[in-house]
């Protein structure tokens, strides 16, 4: 009875993990340019993924619950889970965020700013789910760049969930288990 039981004890080390929080990719696409209400932009995408848990268990990943949010846009990409305040030169923040994983329903509003006063540069996104997507900069003397696009019916949310990586512990642990397993069979020739 004891080798069965060292035997399952030791499958089940081999086995044990630590749950890694959950990972989504999302992307929304196509957006209505502000200076021309009536085009719809196809190129123009906001991207990221989402990394964590719905801890509470409520169905909704809230900011508390994130442990990243990367977005990538046209002007700066960056993981805007962990950027909060700033400076006066720069500034990021991640005013709302709520994921509801089973209906793929995503709400943020983010923002970034980076200044340089000396320089006369400016560089600002705002993003806000369901109302507008905001690129502006300006180098130096050169005509700013204002994009401004708003939602609407062609914008499209696609959100997929992105393939798990196993965590560092959860391979150590796996390999801690078979070793175990290797010397058990090794003792017991």
Same mark, same amino acid.
């Not at 964590?52 to 990409?77: C, F, K, Q, T």
């Not at 923002?111 to 340089?116: A, E």
């Given at each position: 009875?004891?080798?069965?039981?060292?035997?399952?004890?030791?499958?089940?080390?081999?086995?044990?993990?630590?749950?890694?929080?959950?990972?989504?990719?999302?992307?929304?696409?196509?957006?209505?340019?502000?200076?021309?209400?009536?085009?719809? $932009?196809?190129?123009?995408?906001?991207?990221?993924?989402?990394?964590?848990?719905?801890?509470?268990?409520?169905?909704?990943?809230?900011?508390?619950?994130?442990?990243?949010?990367?977005?990538?846009? $046209?002007?700066?990409?960056?993981?805007?889970?962990?950027?909060?305040?700033?400076?006066?030169?720069?500034?990021? !923040?991640?005013?709302?965020?709520?994921?509801?994983?089973?209906?793929?329903?995503?709400?943020?509003?983010?923002?970034?700013?980076?200044?340089?006063?000396? !320089?006369?540069?400016?560089?600002?996104?705002?993003?806000?789910?369901?109302?507008?997507?905001?690129?502006?900069?300006?180098?130096?003397?050169?005509?700013?760049?204002?994009?401004?696009?708003?939602?609407?019916?062609?914008?499209?949310?696609?959100?997929?969930?992105?393939?798990?990586?196993?965590?560092?512990?959860?391979?150590?642990?796996?390999?801690?288990?078979?070793?175990?397993?290797?010397?058990?069979?090794?003792?017991?020739?």
């Amino acid at each position: 009875m004891k080798i069965p039981t060292l035997l399952g004890g030791a499958l089940l080390l081999c086995t044990a993990a630590h749950a890694a929080p959950s990972a989504w990719d999302f992307e929304y696409r196509g957006f209505y340019d502000y200076h021309d209400p009536g085009v719809l $932009r196809t190129d123009v995408a906001v991207t990221g993924r989402i990394v964590g848990e719905d801890a509470d268990g409520d169905g909704v990943i809230h900011e508390s619950e994130l442990d990243s949010l990367w977005m990538n846009m $046209r002007l700066w990409s960056g993981d805007f889970a962990r950027c909060g305040g700033g400076t006066v030169d720069h500034d990021c !923040q991640l005013d709302v965020f709520a994921f509801r994983p089973a209906s793929d329903a995503l709400d943020i509003t983010a923002s970034w700013r980076d200044n340089d006063a000396t !320089q006369l540069e400016y560089r600002t996104e705002e993003f806000v789910s369901g109302d507008r997507y905001v690129a502006r900069s300006s180098y130096g003397h050169d005509y700013p760049v204002d994009d401004y696009y708003l939602f609407g019916a062609g914008t499209m949310l696609t959100v997929t969930p992105a393939p798990p990586v196993p965590e560092p512990g959860a391979w150590m642990m796996l390999g801690g288990g078979l070793l175990a397993l290797a010397a058990f069979f090794r003792r017991s020739r």
